[in-house]
């Protein structure tokens, strides 16, 4: 715990650019960010997981170290996040080692154990430079956390698993990824650190955005 709570303060003292001030109209349920400024817009809408909910996916790779600063501020602004919002994450996949990668993040959502290893996984390949680049070293991580490697090797190369990357990979040109981290906002809106500027705002443009998907669901069903 005390090594965790370390890893934490570490990516929170790293600086980031510095917040901009919004506009009056956020007050009134608007909008205050600008389209092509602030956020884009897909030239198609991806379908959601759940139509009924607000969806918010997190393109990630535990070897990006913006990621991996970006982590701390997710951990916080998540429990802010209305029951009407379903927070998901996409592992990104542009190289042979990411879909590795990719694979170990889907292996611990089928054991359930994503949020005991998220971001250990994070500080394993960014704060102590082992970049899991193999199955045996993966193996020999998870062990070290007290998982079975040969349950977790059996999840890793498993028809479900292998799956879920396929579709992670299809995401990614679905959704015009270009680089990590970056957010898109129900299907409709992608938001990148280089158009936010700081991690702070970028979370605080994914808020207006949810608020104006929620204003929108509910004028469609009136």
């Known amino acids: 715990?005390?090594?965790l709570f370390s890893?934490?303060?570490?990516a929170f003292l790293i600086p980031v650019a510095s917040c901009s001030a919004q506009s009056d109209d956020s007050a009134n349920g608007a909008n205050p960010f600008v389209e092509g400024t602030?956020?884009?817009v897909l030239s198609r809408p991806v379908n959601t997981a759940d139509?009924?909910?607000?969806?918010?996916?997190e393109i990630f790779w535990y070897g990006c170290i913006h990621c991996f600063r970006l982590e701390p501020e997710i951990h916080d602004w998540r429990p802010t996040l209305a029951d009407d919002v379903e927070f998901?994450?996409?592992?990104?996949?542009?190289?042979?080692?990411m879909e590795l990668h990719a694979a170990m993040y889907y292996a611990n959502e089928v054991l359930g154990i994503t949020e005991e290893l998220h971001q250990l996984i994070f500080s394993?390949?960014?704060?102590?430079?082992?970049?899991?680049?193999?199955?045996?070293?993966?193996?020999?991580?998870v062990g070290d956390h007290g998982v079975d490697p040969e349950q977790?090797?059996?999840?890793?190369?498993?028809?479900?698993?292998?799956s879920q990357v396929q579709q992670a990979r299809a995401k990614m040109g679905a959704y015009g990824v270009r680089g990590t981290p970056e957010m898109?906002?129900?299907?409709?809106?992608?938001?990148t650190t280089q158009m936010a500027g700081s991690f702070p705002r970028m979370l605080q443009i994914a808020d207006a955005l949810i608020e104006q998907e929620r204003l929108a669901m509910a004028g469609s069903t009136q």
């Not at 139509?51 to 996916?57: A, D, L, R």
């Not at 998901?88 to 080692?97: H, K, N, Q, S």
């Not at 394993?124 to 991580?141: G, H, K, P, T, Y």
């Not at 898109?184 to 938001?191: A, R, S």
């Open 1 to 3: 715990m005390k090594k």
């Open 7 to 10: 890893i934490f303060m570490f």
């Open 38 to 40: 602030d956020y884009g």
């Open 51 to 57: 139509p009924e909910k607000i969806e918010v996916n």
């Open 88 to 97: 998901l994450r996409t592992p990104a996949i542009w190289a042979e080692v």
């Open 124 to 141: 394993e390949m960014n704060v102590e430079r082992n970049q899991l680049a193999s199955e045996a070293a993966i193996l020999s991580f």
């Open 152 to 162: 977790y090797r059996r999840a890793l190369n498993s028809f479900g698993v292998s």
């Open 184 to 191: 898109v906002i129900n299907g409709k809106y992608k938001l």
